[in-house]
């Protein structure tokens, strides 16, 4: 069932031409939903305005100036946190390699030499992992849950690729 023309004339102050009165009756009387937002909107109309005391918007603008202070301190006192903790993790990090550096060359060189090392390692052995994965993998996961994985990445793509294509588009139009 449309609701849509219905909610419309509920929700908004408009006028109403006869005919459109008399399609908003016959749907009331068998529209539950709508009924229900006809007599929530009468008493909203009905409902007394209490004015607000003296003073309230005063005293709602310098609560709202604290507020927006205390946030304010908040988000540089963060801040302030954070650059201090990763400050204080580089150097962590780097404090071995800074003090190979100010060493001799040939320890310069041997430091730098071992962290290669290291990170060609790692990658070898991230690469091997993955490839062991890729040979395991699917044989644990039926066809259908595979199926379910390709449709949602291509889905994925194919939503990225006209996303971009939308907002990179060059505007159309009369060049002058």
Excluded at 114 to 143: D, H, I, K, M
């Amino acid at each position: 069932m449309n609701h849509q023309p219905f909610e419309e004339w509920l929700l908004t102050d408009k006028y109403l031409t006869p005919s459109e009165k008399r399609e908003l009756d016959l749907h009331l009387r068998t529209c539950v939903d709508c009924t229900a937002l006809s007599a929530t909107g009468l008493a909203l109309r009905s409902a007394r305005v209490i004015r607000p005391s003296a003073g309230f918007a005063s005293r709602f603008q310098q609560r709202l100036a604290l507020q927006k202070a205390a946030d304010r301190r908040r988000k540089i006192l963060g801040a302030l946190a954070l650059i201090l903790c990763s400050a204080a993790l580089l150097v962590w990090l780097t404090a071995p390699y800074l003090r190979a550096f100010t060493a001799a060359p040939t320890e310069w060189l041997a430091t730098l030499s071992g962290y290669f090392l290291y990170l060609t390692n790692s990658a070898r052995a991230v690469s091997e992992t993955l490839l062991v994965f890729a040979r395991v993998l699917p044989n644990l996961l039926p066809p259908y849950l595979w199926m379910m994985i390709v449709s949602a990445v291509a889905g994925f793509g194919l939503l990225s690729s006209v996303s971009i294509w939308r907002f990179a588009r060059l505007p159309q139009g009369v060049a002058s």
